[in-house]
């Protein structure tokens, strides 16, 4: 009788706290990767610095550029050993700029713009929360490609997407939405860089501390 009941608490606790997927939500998925010539990138002495510039978004969700730009860029300069320039450097020599400099086409001409070998474009497919009674559910789709900053080439490439589900029920989800939904996709951006990160090469050539 007693193991009865420790079986029906313990399902009791399930439903009303929840119950969370794991932090990697798709660990044995592979990141789509697209490199021209991905030895070349890690190698070739004309590729040491890297500009990120700002990231478009196409998911009609607020704020989610800015979100999926700062995480890369943290993860960026955490794993990899490339010189990465400062954020606030980058937007201040862009200001100069006019918005057609900014798209992908004109990557070839930002040598000159922001004194960089390899300069990272970045779009935010998606980014969507969802919250019912029961469950919550975040997710996030990004496409990152690095571009030589001299000759417009493409030379590496990249889109993977994150997602959690956490099903039960969550006061936190019911009164503090926009806190918990901000935190959980910062969580989902940062899964996927990282995973991201194993990726892309290591600069093994000309690195300056």
């Known amino acids: 009788m007693k193991s009865v009941k420790y079986i029906l608490l313990a399902a009791a606790s399930i439903v009303f706290f929840g119950c969370a997927r794991g932090a990697y939500e798709n660990i044995h998925e592979e990141v789509v990767m697209n490199t021209r010539n991905h030895i070349n990138l890690a190698v070739t002495p004309k590729y040491t610095t890297i500009a990120v510039m700002p990231f478009i978004n196409n998911s009609g969700a607020k ?15 955490s794993y990899k050993n490339w010189n990465v320039q400062p954020m606030g450097e980058t937007d201040n020599r862009l200001s100069k700029l006019t ?4 798209d992908e086409s004109a990557a070839g001409r930002m040598k000159s ?3 960089v070998d390899l300069v990272c474009y970045g779009e935010v497919k ?14 996030v789709t990004v496409r990152v490609a690095f571009y030589d ?3 417009g ?3 590496w490439e990249a889109e993977d997407f994150r ?30 860089f990282r995973d991201m990160m ?10 300056k501390k």
Not at 63 to 71: D, E, G, K
Not at 127 to 137: A, P, W
Not at 169 to 182: I, K, L, P, Q, T
């Open 63 to 77: 704020n989610a550029s800015t979100y999926a730009r700062r995480s890369f860029y943290g993860n960026l300069v």
């Open 99 to 102: 918005r057609r400099d900014l």
């Open 113 to 115: 713009a922001l004194g």
């Open 126 to 139: 998606e980014q969507c929360s969802r919250y019912g009674l029961v469950f919550s559910y975040n997710s």
């Open 149 to 151: 900053a001299s000759t």
């Open 153 to 155: 080439e493409k030379v």
């Open 163 to 192: 997602d959690s589900l956490v099903m039960g029920v969550s006061f936190m989800y019911m009164y503090e939405r926009d806190v918990m939904w901000a935190r959980e996709i910062h969580n989902r951006y940062d899964e996927l």
């Open 198 to 207: 194993q990726q892309f090469p290591l600069c093994t050539y000309g690195y």
